[in-house]
């Protein structure tokens, strides 16, 4: 009898999203952050998930002052911002109080537009797929994400 991921992960109450590969080799994903919708980068290497600064409205976010310098995707010492008790739901997978750092993505969006992907409202990073356990089944491109008991 042949092992089968999703089953497995679905009888295990795991939730399925589907992802997009880009044409930069970068997995895609839609989120709602606050309830509204955008569009991020799945992003494991990133320790925090992320949202540009010229979507701090479109978010809903209640933003504040951030000693914390950002680094990554060969830009150092960016400026940040940060904003706490976030929602944020990713298919039927949702969690709340999240933390979010905003920076400028202006150099991500570049490069991905460069390449004809589409521009990003942010990443979804380590901090998230921690939480929710996470699982990449790259082969078939879907994110699994472990819902909190109730």
């Keep these: 009898m042949k ?24 997995f895609e994903i839609k989120a709602s952050i606050n309830g509204v919708k955008g569009l991020f980068i799945l992003d494991t290497g990133a320790s925090s ?15 504040k002052a951030s000693d914390v310098k950002a680094a990554g995707a060969g830009a150092t010492n960016m400026l940040t911002r940060i904003s706490k008790k976030n929602t944020i739901k990713i298919g039927k997978w949702e969690t709340e109080k999240v933390t979010l750092i905003l920076f400028d ?8 537009t460069t390449h004809n992907a589409q521009a990003v409202n942010g ?28």
């Design 3 to 26: 092992n089968d991921l999703k089953e497995f992960l679905l009888n295990k109450g795991y939730t399925k999203t589907k992802l997009r590969l880009t044409q930069t080799n970068h």
């Design 49 to 63: 998930s992320c949202i540009g600064f010229e979507d701090a409205t479109l978010f809903k976010l209640k933003v």
């Design 105 to 112: 993505l202006v150099h991500v969006n570049t490069a991905l």
């Design 123 to 150: 990443i979804i990073g380590a901090d998230i797929l921690n939480k929710a356990k996470a699982i990449i089944d790259y082969d078939k491109k879907y994110l699994y994400l472990k819902p909190k008991k109730a």
